[in-house]
Structures are given as C-alpha cells and as structure tokens.
T-cell receptor
C-alpha cells in the first residue's frame, strides 16, 4: 500500500511569488488536510478537503487556497508569499470516519 | 480549543520504560485524547487514542486518569527509533463527526533515548 507522498521535497521562492504544493493521498482515503509547521513548532491546521470541497479551515488568510481532485490528490496554493510562510508543509489523508491521519513527509518551503 | 500541557523534553535509556505525561485540565466530556509522534525529518505518525478507558496497541499504552484531566503515554521498552517529538492532542466529538481529523498540535515533548 502506497503511503502519502508530497512534491516537491524542497522549494525556494522569492517574496511575492506564488507556489503550488502537491499531495497524493493514500489509496482509499477521501479526506485530506494540510498543515503548516514552522521551525520548532507543532503543525498548524490550514484546511481540510472532503470530496473535492473545503470542509473546515484554520486561521490562515485567503491567499492560502487548495484543491482536491477526483482521485483524492490535492494541491495547496499560496499567493503573494511572505517571509513568514517559510515552513514545512504537511499533507495528511484519512478515510472518512477514521481516527487516524496519515501524514506525508512534507515539503520544505523557504521564502527569501 | 482545549489545550494540553506537556514537558518540553524527556530522556530515557534504551530498553527502559518511558512515561510521557500530558495535562488537559479543561477537557470536555466528549474530547478524545490522541497521541502522535514526529520522528526527525518525517511527518507526524499516529500512536494511539482513547476516551476514558486505558488503551493498548502494538506501539504503546495510554493511561487516562479517572477525572480525565491528565493522561500518560507509556512506551514499554524504549528503542533508539522512539526518539521523536510526542504530541498529546484533544479532538472533540464535533470534530470527529464533521471536520474529521482537525488536529491541534502544541509543541510536544522531545524524547531523547540514550543507547
């Protein structure tokens, strides 16, 4: 069984640019969540998608947006990048009704 | 969101038991207690969860106080691979039923295991 994968592994962007991060959910998982983890901190919930619709959002501005596709893969888009957006971005998938979330290894984004 | 309090760091020797405490004095009756851990350079990994009764699985045991204001994650024999940040998280019944899996992480406990 393939686990949650994310791409790219690392990314460097300039302030003001836009970025798209990708996540492939574990087979059979129809719910995907995105988290931001700053250095030395725990992950912070950004939003969750279920059946291609946003199903809950944390305290993040609208320039953080997402998509979920019919195959349950997902994208996180961040516009107008700021220096504070530098972080590890984690994707987690779960089958509906499950108590477990399965995390990918993350994408390390650096904004200069 | 209900908060949890954990020590910043703990240490253990290999093959010894480890008891990781978590305080959650404002827990509500429908909050579940979840534990995740994050190994270096990896995403978090589910460990165990419970509501009122003590729970065991292949990875660990979860001991929940009778008043539910605290819990302890027990690793019965620590290995070097158990060195990680351990997060104690409360998940409300509301979140389980609707938003499904909205996890609110604190800073966790950094566990160091010595050979």
């Amino acid at each position: 069984e393939t686990g949650v994968t994310q791409s790219p592994t690392h990314l460097i962007k300039t302030r003001g640019q836009q970025v798209t991060l990708r996540c492939s959910s574990q087979s059979g998982h129809n719910t995907v969540s995105w988290y931001q983890q700053a250095l030395g901190q725990g992950p912070q919930f950004i939003f969750q998608y279920y059946r291609e619709e946003e199903n809950g959002r944390g305290n993040f501005p609208p320039r953080f947006s997402g998509l979920q596709f019919p195959n349950y893969s997902s994208e996180l888009n961040v516009n107008a990048l700021e220096l504070d957006d530098s972080a590890l971005y984690l994707c987690a998938s779960s089958p509906r009704g499950s108590d477990e979330q399965y995390f990918g290894p993350g994408t390390r984004l650096t904004v200069t | 969101d209900a908060k949890t309090t954990q020590p910043n760091s703990m240490e253990s020797n290999e093959e010894e038991p480890v008891h990781l405490p978590c305080n959650h004095s404002t827990i509500s009756g429908t909050d579940y207690i979840h534990w995740y851990r994050q190994l270096p350079s990896q995403g978090p990994e589910y460990v165990i969860h419970g509501l009122t009764s003590n729970v065991n699985n292949r990875m660990a045991s979860l001991a929940i106080a009778e008043d539910r204001k605290s819990s302890t994650l027990i690793l019965h024999r620590a290995t070097l691979r158990d060195a990680a940040v351990y997060y104690c998280i409360l998940m409300s019944q509301r979140d389980r039923g609707s938003t499904l899996g909205r996890l609110y992480f604190g800073r966790g406990t950094q566990l160091t295991v010595w050979p």
